[in-house]
Every structure is written in C-alpha cells, then in structure tokens.
C-alpha cells in the first residue's frame, strides 16, 4: 500500500513466451505498471524460470535454470511476473525443486515473498481495486465485453481468484462476462499438449465452446501460455473472439 | 485385475472416439463435482474439518504399524479372524481356500475396490464358486464383463439404454425404460443370491483401531446385507483405511461422504465388530477381516508418496479432473483411474509400464482443490514425472530416452544465457523438447499434424520483448 508515497520498486520478469512470441505484451505490463507509479527495472540476462524441464520431470535441467533466475532476483525489490504459472514456478515450486539443498531455502523465501503475478501485485501490493482511476485523458467509452479463462496455477497455486476479475469490474469501458466452467483448464499444461494432444484438444474445445457463447470480442487470462494455446484453438477454427493478455485489456481500457 | 497402463494413448483415444462415453462423462461436472461443491459450502468450518481429517491421515499412517496391531488385536476379542496379505495372489488364495474349505457354492460381494485389484470374482469362479456383484453398479459391469469406470460409480459410462440392453442379453429381462424398473430387476435377481449365499464379501471404508469395527457406506443397503445374511463375513481391505478411534471415523466419514456424493450422510452407514455374539438374534458365524499390501508398503516407504495413503477413495478428483472427464476410467488401464490412479497404479503394478499416467495430467490442480483430505496430487505426479525422466529413487524406471534427455541438455543450454536464447530461438530449437516434432507416431500422423489438429502454431516475434525493453529505457 505504499503507492501513494515513495515509489514501489520492482523488477520485471517478463517470461520466455512472451519474450520470444508475445512481446506486446511486455509492452503493455510496463505502460500499465508506470502508469500505476511503479519504478520498473528489467534484468536484462532473464531468461526462462525452468519450469518446462520441472514439469517434464528434468530437474538437472531446471534446476541451473532457476538457480540464475534466483541468483538474477537476489534483491528488495518485487519481482512482477505477468504469468501465473511462471510466477507459481518462482514462489511455489521452486522450493520443491530444490528440496534437497537446505542452504537455497532462505533465499528462495526471499524470492517467493517479493513475487507477485501481475494482477495480484496491482491488487494486493499496490492496494489498487479501481483501476479506472488510473486512465489517461479521453478513454474510449465503447464498451467492450470481455470473458475471462482462470489460470490454474493462479488459481490453485497462487490462490488469487479474484483480483483480476476485481480490476477487470473496475473498468466503465470493459464488461466482464464470465463463461462456464471459467476455472476448468484449457488443456495446454505445456509438454501435456504435446504428449496428448488428443485430449488436450477434446480439453480445448470446451474452452472454446464456453469461450464462444458468452459473446464476448476477447478472452482474456493471466498467462500468455493459455492464451496461446486458446488463440491457436480460436485461429483454427476462424472464431470471432481475440485472446488478449490482461495486461493488454487493462493497457488498452485506460489508454482508449 | 489384468494391468493395461501401457495402453493408456490408445485406450484414451477410443475413450475420446466413443460418442456414449462422452456423453454418459459430461454429467459429472454438474453432478458429482457441483454436489461435492455444494455440500462442503454448506457444512460450516469445511476447512478445518479436512485440516483435521488429514491429520488424522497423517497420524495414523505415521504409526501404521502400531494401529494395524491394535485394529488385529480388537477383531480378534471380537471373535474375528485377521489375515495380512503381502499381495493380492496372498489375499485371493486366503478367500479362495476359506470358501473350498467352508462348502460355499454362493458369495454376495458388496463394493470393493481392493478387490478388483485381487480379480477375486475371476479367481472364485475358476473355483467354481459363484460370486456376485450386490452394489447395481458393480451388478451392472460384472454382467458387461467390464472394469470399474469410476471409484464411487463404476458404471458411470453405461446409459440407461445400454443397461437396459444388457439386461436383455444376460438376464433375458424385458425390455425396461425406466431406471426404476432396472432397479427393480436387479433387486428381484440379487434377492435370489443373498439368500441362497454362504459367503458375502464386502470391502471397508473405514476399520476402527480401538474397536476392531469395520465401517461401510453404501446407498443401496446391500453392504449391509453381504454383511448380515450370509454365514460367513469376509471384509478385504487396504492396511490404509485404518482410523484410531471412532470419533476420528466420525470425522472421516463427514469428508468422504460430502465429498463422494454431496450427501451429507449416505442411506446406509453399516458398522460390523466381529461375527454374531451368543445374545445376537443373526448375523454371520464367522468374520475373517483380510488385510492387504499389495504394494501399498512402496508408497509408504517412499516419503514423497506416502501422502496417496491418505486418499479414502471419494472419488473426488476424477470428478474435478478435466482429463478423467475426457478419458474416463478404463484409460487409466488398472483399478484405480484418474489424479489418484495415476499416482497408485503404477506404484502398485509397475512404474515403467505406466510411465504415462504422471504425464497425463495438464497439472491443473482441480485434483488438489477437490481433495477432502487436501492430498497434494500434482505435487506426486511431478515428482513421478522426476523419476521416470531421471530416476534418482528409482533408477530402474528411468524411461526417459537419450534422445529426450539430450534434447532437453540443449534446451537447457540455450535458455540459460539470454544471448543463446535469443540465438536459439531464432534457430526454433528453444521450443523444440515441448513442441510436437515431424517424427511420426505409431498411427502413421506425425504429433505435429496431432497438435496442429486442433490450434495453428505460434510464431516467433521478430523482436523479443528483451530488445524492445530499450526502448521502454529499460
Ligand atoms: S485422492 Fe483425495 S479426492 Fe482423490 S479419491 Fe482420494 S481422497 Fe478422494
């Protein structure tokens, strides 16, 4: 709740997807974050927090990964991820992965109690419930209908089911219309689509059923990786709805 | 019960084909999984109650050791028999000698998962005993030759039609319509079996440590039949499903019963101490309580398993799993199906062969959220995936290839510095362990045509967000 005096500080851990595929989306987090009076750093040597090889069971190979990505974020500062899952990776898992070495404990602690998933960071870091507060001269007032897919590391690792759905309400030019079974995963679960992708598709397309009958012109989510997976299910079969970070919905609502 | 977890990709599929399985799957999410919902809002500190239960799981598996002597020691002052079986050939060939020697031509079984995985009704028949299925459900499969679909409702699959048809073909019955009427037919048939059975066999949900009480819930009343009529009481259980005291069975039962069908108590909640004493007006001459391993010492050895011997088989996570809700139970390829099978039928059979359970899962977590004893399901299931790719406890399951291995050596490498990540990716090799290759599958489809099936492909921005954060003068 410190926003309204000295500047809250925080480094951005943007995540490999949307480094490599979804920059964009970078983009928005930082105009969103300054807007919000956060003192941004990038780390410029990130890379990826390893969980595709944790959760591929390749711990060797994820644990050089997240030993740097602690080693990068060895600070006071917050550490702002715009992904629920990697976010979970860093504050849940990563104590899992290194079990076994007592002495990383006190400093993935550190970690997990600097880092927040985007959302959760304007929410509870921030104290932010209205963010329509924020918005920059003349926003567009059409309003735009927007459904929204839980994360499942957001909700069941992080535990936060509400704050994006609090800021998304905020916004006068944004309606939330929530699908069925919103909280049901989108089948993505990284190597899980590739091993199945059968199932993981027959999982997909329910997504994009419910996805379909709200109306909405986007879906929105806090994780570039189900929106990918959602976006190339949308795409393959010519959908009318566009898979936006929320980063962008959020971005764009107060820019107009 | 045969063990087909190899087959999981193929049995999944003809699941994922099967119009009827699909159909009969979707009823769960609005039903089992919402009524679980409702009843454990409803039922005021929800959550210390399963705090408390998982406690109570935890104590007791701690000291299995202890509990399971006292659990003998007070069936045996009851007048009952207690026989520990190492394995399910052990358990099958106690029951199976026990009927021999006892002239039992007829045996009433009432629902028991660790049963199934004794084949018992296949052993006894070979015998030439008759056994059958009381539970409508377990009656249902046993008459389609069929595997239990799911662990609270193993005929979950079969519409009423197919039911009906069934009944046709094997009990030559009338053509019914109504589930009623199938009810009644299934009645009338059981009717004649319990009375004429000498032996009826039931499973336990819960065995009582300070009473030697075995305590079974069913809907249909006739567990408590299988227990009642027959002259002789055979329960099979798991070491698992001791509980201390009768006041922590209270507690379990409150969990297991919301959590199975959101009922808050089920028809029938049926507690058994031993066989009939002299003042008893009836009941069974003789009560043999078996107990049974059959691998279940693995997952208590094993510190990362031990929590799956707290699962009191509610069912729940099938219900929550949107994976089971695709391939059903019979995918899975032994007794146990979805988050919980995938954990304990490998441990259980043979971790190589189902090296694709602890893969079949998004690790959504819908597992760990449903779970009234809050058994972190995913965690296990990772820490599988861990020993099948590099098999630090268990060396002789590492199946991952050399193939996969280095593939993910140079992932690794080129994700570790940002200069090789940007390199590599140019190159498409970051994605490459987690994106479907060209190779082909078995099927003759490559798992790319698989993947691309069902979403187009993301492609690589030209400038990743690293080289515009300059621009942001970051
Ligand atoms: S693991 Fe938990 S939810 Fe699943 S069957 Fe066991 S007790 Fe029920």
């Known amino acids: 709740m410190a926003a309204a005096t000295s500047p809250v500080r925080a480094s951005l851990f943007v995540t490999c997807i949307i480094d490599q595929i979804y920059p964009e989306v970078g983009d928005s987090t930082v105009r969103l974050l300054r807007r919000l009076g956060v003192e941004l750093d990038f780390p410029a040597s990130q890379t990826c927090c390893g969980q595709p090889a944790f959760n591929s069971g390749f711990w060797s190979d994820a644990k050089?990964?997240?030993?740097?990505?602690?080693?990068?974020?060895?600070?006071?500062?917050?550490?702002?991820?715009?992904?629920?899952?990697?976010?979970?990776?860093?504050?849940?898992?990563?104590?899992?992965?290194?079990?076994?070495?007592?002495?990383?404990?006190?400093?993935?602690?550190?970690?997990?109690?600097?880092?927040?998933?985007?959302?959760?960071?304007?929410?509870?870091?921030?104290g932010i419930d209205d963010i329509s507060a924020y918005a920059e001269g003349e926003t567009n007032q059409n309003k735009r209908k927007v459904t929204y897919h839980e994360g499942c590391h957001l909700r069941r690792e992080?535990?936060?089911?509400?704050?994006?759905?609090?800021?998304?309400?905020?916004?006068?030019?944004?309606?939330?219309?929530?699908?069925?079974?919103?909280?049901?995963?989108c089948g993505f679960g990284g190597t899980f689509s590739v091993k199945f992708p059968e199932i993981s598709g027959a999982m997909l397309n329910d997504k994009l059923k419910y996805a379909g009958e709200t109306g909405a012109d986007a879906i929105t989510a806090c994780d570039s990786s189900c929106l990918m997976?959602?976006?190339?299910?949308?795409?393959?079969?010519?959908?009318?709805?566009?898979?936006?970070?929320?980063?962008?919905?959020l971005d764009d609502a107060l820019t107009g | 019960m045969q063990v087909t977890t190899k087959q999981f990709t193929d049995s999944a599929e003809s699941a994922l084909n099967d119009a009827k399985i699909q159909a009969n799957l979707l009823g769960l999410y609005g039903g089992f999984h919402q009524a679980r919902?409702?009843?454990?809002?409803?039922?005021?500190?929800?959550?210390?109650?399963?705090?408390?239960?998982?406690?109570?799981?935890?104590?007791?598996?701690?000291?299995?050791?202890?509990?399971?002597r006292m659990a003998m020691e007070n069936v045996h002052k009851a007048g009952g028999n207690v026989y520990f079986a190492k394995d399910a050939n052990e358990a099958t060939s106690y029951v199976t000698s026990l009927?021999?020697?006892?002239?039992?031509?007829?045996?009433?079984?009432?629902?028991?998962?660790?049963?199934?995985?004794?084949?018992?009704?296949?052993?006894l028949e070979e015998a030439g005993i008759e056994s059958v299925e009381t539970d409508l459900g377990e009656y249902i499969i046993q008459l389609a030759g069929e595997a239990p679909f799911h662990i609270i409702a193993p005929a979950i699959h079969k519409s009423r039609e197919e039911v009906s048809e069934l009944f046709e073909d094997k009990l030559n019955a009338p053509h019914y319509t109504s589930i009623d009427d199938l009810a009644q037919e299934a009645?009338?048939?059981?009717?004649?079996?319990?009375?004429?059975?000498?032996?009826?066999?039931?499973?336990?949900?819960?065995?009582?440590?300070?009473?030697?009480?075995?305590?079974?819930?069913?809907?249909?009343?006739?567990?408590?039949?299988?227990?009642?009529?027959p002259r002789i009481h055979v329960a099979i259980t798991g070491m698992e499903k001791v509980v201390p005291s009768i006041e922590d069975m209270g507690i379990m039962l409150r969990l297991l019963i919301r959590s199975a069908t959101g009922q808050r108590i089920s028809s029938y909640v049926t507690a058994v101490t031993g066989p009939r004493r002299a003042e008893d007006e009836d009941g069974p001459e003789e009560f043999h309580l078996v107990i049974v391993d059959n691998g279940r010492s693995r997952l208590l050895a094993d510190p990362d398993l031990r929590e799956a011997l707290y699962c009191l088989r509610c069912g729940a996570c099938l219900n929550a799993c949107p994976v089971y809700r695709k391939v059903g139970g019979h995918s899975y390829g032994w007794v146990y199906p979805g988050p919980i099978g995938a954990i304990v039928s490998p441990m259980l059979t043979n971790l190589s062969d189902a090296k694709d359970l602890p893969y079949a899962s998004s690790l959504c977590g819908a597992c760990k959220e449903a779970c009234p004893v809050k058994i972190n399901l995913?965690?296990?299931?990772?820490?599988?995936r861990h020993q099948l790719a590099e098999g630090d406890n268990y060396p002789q399951h590492r199946t991952s290839t050399a193939k996969e291995r280095l593939a993910m050596k140079v992932w690794r490498m080129a994700a570790s510095n940002s200069f090789a990540m940007s390199t590599a990716s140019k190159l498409g090799r970051l994605a490459q362990p987690f994106m479907p290759g060209e190779g082909k599958n078995k099927g003759g489809s490559s798992p790319l045509s698989a993947w691309t099936r069902h979403r187009a492909l993301p492609s690589l921005a030209s400038r990743p967000f690293r080289k515009r954060a300059k621009d942001h003068d970051l």
């Open chain 1, 64 to 126: 050089p990964l997240a030993r740097r990505t602690i080693e990068l974020l060895q600070h006071d500062k917050y550490v702002v991820v715009p992904s629920g899952s990697c976010a979970s990776m860093m504050r849940v898992f990563y104590a899992e992965l290194f079990h076994d070495e007592p002495a990383m404990q006190q400093r993935i602690a550190s970690l997990a109690s600097r880092t927040y998933e985007l959302t959760e960071f304007i929410v509870d870091v921030l």
């Open chain 1, 158 to 185: 992080l535990h936060a089911q509400t704050q994006s759905r609090t800021l998304l309400d905020s916004l006068p030019n944004v309606e939330l219309t929530e699908m069925e079974q919103s909280e049901v995963c």
């Open chain 1, 229 to 249: 997976h959602i976006g190339g299910g949308i795409a393959k079969n010519g959908m009318d709805i566009q898979p936006q970070h929320i980063a962008q919905v």
């Open chain 2, 37 to 68: 919902l409702d009843a454990s809002a409803a039922t005021p500190d929800w959550d210390a109650l399963q705090e408390r239960g998982r406690a109570i799981k935890a104590h007791t598996i701690a000291n299995l050791d202890a509990y399971l």
């Open chain 2, 99 to 123: 009927a021999l020697s006892k002239g039992v031509k007829t045996v009433v079984k009432s629902k028991s998962m660790v049963s199934e995985e004794m084949s018992l009704n296949e052993r």
């Open chain 2, 187 to 229: 009645r009338r048939q059981l009717r004649e079996k319990f009375i004429a059975a000498d032996m009826g066999i039931t499973g336990a949900n819960f065995i009582v440590a300070e009473t030697g009480t075995l305590v079974l819930v069913t809907n249909e009343g006739n567990g408590r039949m299988c227990t009642s009529m």
């Open chain 2, 378 to 384: 995913p965690r296990m299931l990772l820490y599988l």
